[in-house]
Antibody, heavy 126, light 108 residues
Framework: QLQLQESGPGLVKPSETLSLTCSIS??????????WGWIRQPPGKGLEWIGS???????YYSPSLKSRITISVDTSKNQVSVKLSSVTAADTAVYYC??????????????????WGQGTMVTVSS | EVVLTQSPATLSLSPGERATLSCRAS??????LAWYQQKPGQAPRLLIY???NRATGIPARFSGSGSGTDFTLTISSLEPEDFAVYYC??????????FGGGTKVEIK
């Protein structure tokens, strides 16, 4: 079955760029109708959506992060990546990648974040 | 931006009791609301999508209802594994996709 796995540095210095990759196995990143999203969760706090990329390549970002975030896909590697520039301590969080969709075409379609990676903790500190 | 407000923040109940969790939207989200369960150290798990549809493999004791601005997640009889944090999330108007602040269901 489809599995997502986040990877990247666990420690990033303030003002530098956070870079994470989500590797997808058991399915194609180009599957029609799906978005690949990033959600983060600061320690002890709730969930925050930071951005998504559609299978066609269109990107959607949180307005609060729009100036600092870039999400891209590498179809040859079946990976989605996120870069967040000029990080501060407020960017310290567990970062999750997750699949979602907006439409229901087939009986198996679930229009929500239906498959999640296990998450990766990123700490911003000098 | 659609703001989702969940209540109560914490629900203290015993196994076997009924849990009723609320999610209120700052504007109508039609039925485009999902519920997730998150246990410590784990990723969230989809429970309900489009307000009332159980996700694959979710037990029947979980049910969702509501439309517009007021939504409810009901757990008919709490099992020990149901003690967790629950989040609602809307996809009606985005970006941004937004989540509620969460309700923690704890053992009384």
């Amino acid at each position: 079955q489809l599995q997502l796995q986040e990877s990247g540095p666990g420690l990033v210095k303030p003002s530098e760029t956070l870079s994470l990759t989500c590797s997808i196995s058991g399915g194609s990143i180009s599957s029609s109708g799906y978005y690949w999203g990033w959600i983060r969760q600061p320690p002890g706090k709730g969930l925050e959506w930071i951005g998504s990329i559609y299978y066609s390549g269109s990107t959607y970002y949180s307005p609060s992060l729009k100036s600092r975030i870039t999400i891209s896909v590498d179809t040859s590697k079946n990976q989605v990546s996120v870069k967040l520039s000029s990080v501060t301590a407020a960017d310290t969080a567990v970062y999750y990648c997750a699949r979602h969709r907006d439409t229901v075409v087939g009986v198996a379609d679930q229009p929500a974040f239906d498959i999640w990676g296990q998450g990766t903790m990123v700490t911003v500190s000098s | 931006e659609v703001v989702l407000t969940q209540s109560p923040a914490t629900l203290s109940l015993s196994p076997g009791e009924r849990a009723t969790l609320s999610c209120r939207a700052s504007q109508s989200v039609s039925s485009y609301l999902a519920w997730y369960q998150q246990k410590p150290g784990q990723a969230p798990r989809l429970l309900i999508y489009d307000a009332s549809n159980r996700a694959t493999g979710i037990p029947a004791r979980f049910s969702g209802s509501g439309s517009g601005t007021d939504f409810t997640l009901t757990i008919s009889s709490l099992e020990p594994e149901d003690f967790a944090v629950y989040y609602c999330q809307q996809r009606s108007s985005w970006p941004p996709l937004t989540f509620g602040g969460g309700t923690k269901v704890e053992i009384k």
